[in-house]
């Protein structure tokens, strides 16, 4: 059995719900074609106390990126610089998706 995830130090929390109408992972509502990636990501949220955070990325497209991580539910609509090995920039967190393991959350590139 895997040990619970560690609670989070972010202070955004937000409740994840299922619908039959779409897919149970938001990533597989995704626009736009993706390809794996993999490697650090280096996060620096704004204005949030412990900011600093790596994750792992899984995959990219031309205006995003999803990645992995054991860091509980990073708060919606935040911003944070990036810094990985195909982009740096500033993304926004736009989903979180729990897994019995780890969390997988999704970011768009805002530039």
């Known amino acids: 059995m895997m040990p619970p995830l560690p609670r989070s130090d972010f202070?955004?929390?937000q409740t994840i719900t299922h619908s039959?109408?779409?897919p149970?992972?938001?990533a597989e509502r995704r626009?736009?074609?993706r390809r794996s990636a993999s490697g650090?990501?280096?996060?620096?949220?704004?204005?949030?106390?412990?900011?600093?955070?790596q994750v792992d990325l899984m995959d990219v497209s031309a205006s995003g990126f999803r990645a992995s991580h054991r860091?509980?539910?990073?708060?919606l609509g935040a911003n944070a610089a990036f810094r990985h090995r195909e982009a740096t920039g500033v993304a926004r967190?736009?989903?979180?998706?729990?897994?019995?393991?780890?969390v997988?959350?999704?970011f768009v590139i805002i530039r």
Not at 40 to 53: D, G, I, M
Not at 71 to 75: D, S
Not at 93 to 102: G, S
């Open 71 to 75: 860091h509980g539910l990073l708060p």
């Open 24 to 26: 149970v992972n938001p």
């Open 93 to 102: 967190v736009v989903w979180n998706w729990m897994q019995p393991d780890h």
């Open 40 to 53: 650090e990501v280096h996060l620096k949220f704004e204005n949030q106390p412990r900011s600093e955070v």
């Open 31 to 33: 626009r736009e074609p």
């Open 11 to 13: 202070t955004s929390m």
């Open 104 to 106: 997988e959350t999704g």
């Open 20 to 22: 039959d109408r779409i």
